[in-house]
């Protein structure tokens, strides 16, 4: 039965439409005359389909639907109009209707139509509701399950539930976005791909099957997949349900390698393991049956116990006591084997419960302990073997376990340290050995530490108070439960300490001795190979360590020039010469030559004959004494050819030496001096300073001069310049005495001080003729510039007068000339005072600032730079200005900048104008070069020179002017105040 809502605002339609439909039993009819009544009905009960019609008084139809589809109700809606209104139907579909139904013409055609589709849409409506309720239940168990599900389709995943996101660890999206086939192990993929093509074909029936994927993690899992097909949009698909058995297949793997362990390990035992019932019946025994007792396990299964022992009563009581107690432990038995032989094992046995209580078993192991037992034997022989010689030993011994309890000792121990009684205990034997012993403390640590360390050994000397020396040696053994006892073992070793100790001595005395010789020593044999050699002869030879040395011939240490004389004196040594004295020279192992003075002497060492050398090291001695001897040489040849008057007298006045110089100088005839009195040569008026200076120089006072008179042969004047100093002559005390004529320098300063007069005179008489003509030039160019001013004035009166034609032409080139007469005699001023002031230091920047030009602007970045210059300096950047205006043509940019290099400065002005051909660059600088005066530039070169300062032009013709100002190191320096700042300061624009 199907429940329908008609609407329609003309109620003969309803009636119609109710009538004709109702014949048919299949619809039940409720109308409604308007969209509001429409809504509430729907709003109370519940429909299968609505028709409406559209064009009602109050609203349509179609709006109906759109509110009914904006509530969310998919109820089938059937829209019917007249004819003529496809428009609205195609609205109607547009806005959610089922169908539309044309009405007019004959009622029964159109209302058998609209039935029918009535039919339909419900019908498919209800197909969508089962459909979608079988889609929620589908999802509901595919979202709650633990087994994993997905879709693919054409080799990507359409949908795939919680459990296979959450296994596989990629998100819905994340799946959808990749090939299904990626997921799949390597290995599996080619054989999964085929399986699910051939269901798709419906080649292959359904089945499981293991499959391999990889997580996003990397990870590995099997999966236990089944696999069937359906049709997603019109397309076959594949629906995979699956579980995760990868922890269920580990868990497999681990239970069979751990049966394979246990059969391993049961047939590997040493051991017979057995298990028997409670009235003796064997029901396992282990392989190792068949070793010890010669039964295999199966020949021994399902018999009684009992025949395996030596007796069965024997069995009965061991079978009886495991029953009653807990069980039997280490207990020693006697079996027979199979063969019939009689052997001892160790039973270990214990009763073993059922899980439900009633009833159990016996489970225990036999070991054959016949080794052991053989073992002991032998142990007690060896140990009544090890009594007697423990006794008879002479070193005395005691044992003492790990809780200070003393063993035993033997009768060397007790008479060693004086012990009596039977009884002994650590603490008592420790206490007699303090007593005993000089310094017992290095015994007492050993003992006490070591002992903390089972397996270690140590060893001593003990000196005791009685002059005995004893050796010791405490050796530590491992015990039972990880404890350790003591054995201290006490040798008499007194003779042997006493000559070792004495033969130390003798070699440490020795040893020290010859190590601390200055000199190096060497034991020769009489071949010359080295028996002994101290650490000064390794250092002389540059040998690191004396092991270098021993055993090698004494000739590779000598340079070739000595090897001769070493070999001779060797030689004669083993001739029978007992001493020799002589000098060699050597070779060290860097390849240095050094000379050394060799005393060797030969003794009898031993019963045989050896060769001791003492060597020094001269190389010093002889490269001072052969300086010394060029040194003498060259002060000697020195003095003599000075033209100095040298002169060493002694303390009493009397000449020791004079130079050839002084002896010609001063000497009768141009004699020797040696011999005279100094006081001879001295002029009267000079003695007191000459007796002064002399004085002083023997006093300490050196360095001073003075002026005196000598008398040479002849008794002539002699000016000299004398200098004084104390010496040691000839290991007495002297005086240095340096007489320099000066006879032909005071005629030079007589000379000198005629010149400097009559330079001062015409000095005074230039610069008086020239502050004249200053005077004059000053006067006639301020006349000249005043008669200029009036010319140029009547120039610009005619030119206002006079009427256009050559007569202006002719006032314009005279007002040219006039003003070019006034630059040039403005030249002349500035000119004239160039080089006039002195130097001094000028700002550059604050030379800079004054500069303007209308239409330029000029940037600065120099800040705190001093140059040396002519006080006209300021004239060289304001021509610099002057010459970017004049010839630059359109000039709007001028930077000034500062660069050093090598602590040579350069100043840089760059304009932007034409620049200037590289033909003229240093013609510029010329007089009367340019298309003006043809002055600035030479000016400017003028006054930069003053200072040793150079002005050139470095641009590039088309790119602007570059002039640079090249100054000296010394002639720029940064302002104090502002020099930390030079390399910060930004540019400055004016």
């Given amino acids: 039965m199907i429940s329908l809502l008609c609407v329609d605002d003309e109620p003969e339609m309803l009636n119609i439409i109710r009538l004709l439909l109702e014949e048919d039993d299949a619809f039940t009819i409720d109308t409604a005359g308007t969209v509001a009544g429409a809504l509430q009905m729907l709003a109370g009960g519940r429909y299968d389909a609505i028709v409406a019609d559209y064009d009602m008084a109050e609203s349509t139809g179609v709006l109906l639907l759109r509110e009914i589809r904006a509530q969310g109700s998919t109820i089938p809606f059937i829209l019917f109009t007249g004819k003529g209104h496809e428009k609205v139907a195609i609205e ?25 589709k009535v039919r339909v849409a419900v019908e498919r409506n209800r197909i969508m509701d089962a459909l979608k309720e079988r889609e929620e239940v589908f999802r509901a168990i595919s979202e709650t399950t633990a087994a994993m599900i997905w879709i693919h389709q054409n080799d990507r995943i359409r949908y795939a539930n919680p459990a296979a996101e959450r296994l596989i660890g990629y998100s819905t999206d994340q799946l959808a976005a990749m090939d299904m086939w990626d997921l799949v192990h390597p290995d599996d993929r080619n054989a999964m791909k085929a399986y699910a093509q051939g269901r798709v074909r419906g080649e292959l029936p359904p089945s499981r099957s293991l499959m391999r994927v990889i997580t996003a993690e990397g990870a590995e899992r099997t999966l236990d997949i089944s696999a069937d097909t359906c049709i997603i949009e019109g397309e076959p698909a594949v629906i995979v349900t699956s579980t995760d058995i990868t922890d269920l297949l580990l868990a497999k793997e681990a239970l069979k390698s751990s049966e394979e362990n246990y059969r391993l390990i049961f047939s590997s035992l040493i051991d017979v393991y057995f298990r028997i019932t409670t009235m003796g019946m064997v029901e396992v025994a282990s392989p190792s049956c068949e070793r010890i007792l010669g039964w295999k396990p199966e020949e021994i299964v399902s018999r009684d116990a009992g025949f395996l022992f030596f007796s069965e009563e024997e069995a009965q009581k061991i079978l009886t006591e495991v029953l009653e107690t807990s069980g039997v432990h280490d207990r020693e038995m006697c079996f027979r084997t199979k063969g019939g032989r009689l052997i001892t094992l160790s039973i270990n046995a214990r009763f073993v419960p059922e899980a439900d209580g009633e009833g159990g078993h016996i489970e225990g192991t036999l070991r054959d302990i016949t080794d052991r037992k053989q073992a002991e034997g032998a142990l007690r022989k060896s140990e009544a073997t090890l009594a007697a010689t423990f006794e008879t030993v002479h070193d005395g011994i005691i044992a003492i376990d790990a809780h200070g309890e003393v063993v035993t000792c033997n009768r060397k121990f007790r008479e060693m340290w004086r012990l009596s009684g039977d009884e002994l205990t650590e603490k ?28 270690g050994k140590c060893r001593g000397i003990l000196t005791l108070k009685d002059r005995r020396v004893l050796e010791y040696r405490v050796g530590f053994h491992a015990g039972e439960n990880d404890t350790g006892g003591q054995v201290w073992s006490f040798r008499d070793i007194t003779q042997e300490w006493r000559a070792a100790e004495s033969l130390r001595e003798r070699e440490e005395f020795f040893s020290t001795l010859m190590d601390a010789l200055i000199d190096g020593a060497l034991i020769l044999d009489m071949d010359g190979i080295i028996l002994y050699a101290n650490n000064a002869a390794c250092d002389l030879a540059d040998i690191e360590s004396v092991d270098e040395a021993i055993g090698r011939s004494v000739l590779d240490f000598v340079h070739p020039t000595s090897a001769q004389e070493v070999f001779r004196d060797v030689m004669k040594a083993r001739g029978g010469r007992e001493n020799y004295l002589a000098e060699y020279s050597v070779i060290t192992t860097t390849g240095e030559e050094r000379v050394v003075e060799a005393i060797g002497r030969t003794i009898l060492y031993r019963g045989d004959r050896i060769i001791v050398v003492s060597i020094r090291d001269i190389t010093q001695r002889k490269q001072a004494e052969e300086e010394a001897a060029e040194k003498d040489l060259l002060n000697r040849q020195l003095i003599e050819g000075l033209p100095e008057y040298i002169i060493v007298i002694s303390t009493e006045g009397e000449i020791v030496f004079a130079n050839p110089a002084s002896g010609s100088a001063l000497a009768p005839d141009g004699g020797d001096l040696t011999g005279m009195q100094i006081s001879a040569l001295v002029a009267p008026s000079s003695v007191e300073s000459f007796k002064e200076q002399v004085k002083g120089a023997q006093d300490g006072a050196t360095g001073k001069t003075i002026e005196i008179i000598l008398y040479a042969y002849g008794n002539s004047p002699l000016p000299v310049m004398m200098r004084a100093a104390p010496i040691i002559y000839q290991n007495r005390d002297a005086v240095l005495l340096v007489f320099t004529d000066i006879t032909e320098r005071q005629i030079m300063e007589k000379e000198l001080e005629y010149h400097a007069a009559e330079l001062k005179r015409f000095s005074e008489s230039l610069s008086h003729t020239n502050d004249k003509l200053r005077i004059m030039s000053s006067i006639t160019r301020h006349d000249i510039l005043n008669q200029l001013t009036v010319l140029l004035g009547y120039v610009e009166i005619a030119e206002e007068e006079a009427e256009a034609g050559p007569i202006t032409d002719y006032l314009r080139l005279m007002k040219n000339a006039a003003e070019n007469i006034r630059e040039q005699i403005e030249f002349t001023r500035d000119y004239q005072d160039i080089g006039v002031g002195k130097p001094q230091w000028i700002d550059i920047q604050r030379t800079i600032i004054p500069l303007r030009a209308e239409g330029v602007t000029i940037t600065s970045t120099i800040e705190g730079i001093e140059v040396y210059a002519d006080p006209l300096f300021g004239k060289v950047f304001n021509n610099l200005l002057d010459n970017s205006i004049r010839h630059g043509g359109t000039v709007r940019q001028i930077t000034v900048s500062w660069d050093q290099d090598d602590g040579y400065g350069r100043i840089i002005w760059q304009d932007d104008g034409r620049g200037v051909p590289d033909a003229q660059k240093e013609q510029i600088f010329k007089r009367g070069v340019g298309n003006h005066t043809g002055l600035g530039l030479f000016l400017s070169r003028e006054i930069c020179s003053i200072t040793g300062m150079q002005i050139i032009e470095t641009g590039t013709e088309g790119e602007g002017a570059r002039f640079e100002i090249h100054v000296q190191r010394d002639g720029w320096r940064t302002t104090p105040a502002e020099a930390h700042e030079i390399a910060d300061q930004g540019a400055r624009q004016f």
Wanted: proline letters at 6%; glycine letters at 12%; charged letters at 25%.
């Fill in 92 to 116: 109607a579909l547009n806005s959610g209707a089922d169908f539309y139904v044309e009405k007019g013409g004959d009622p029964a055609a159109w209302l058998t139509d609209l039935s029918h």
């Fill in 428 to 455: 008592a034997v420790r206490e007699q050995i303090a007593d005993l012993a000089i310094d017992p403390r290095a015994f007492q640590d050993y003992v006490g530490t070591r002992g903390k360390h089972p397996g």
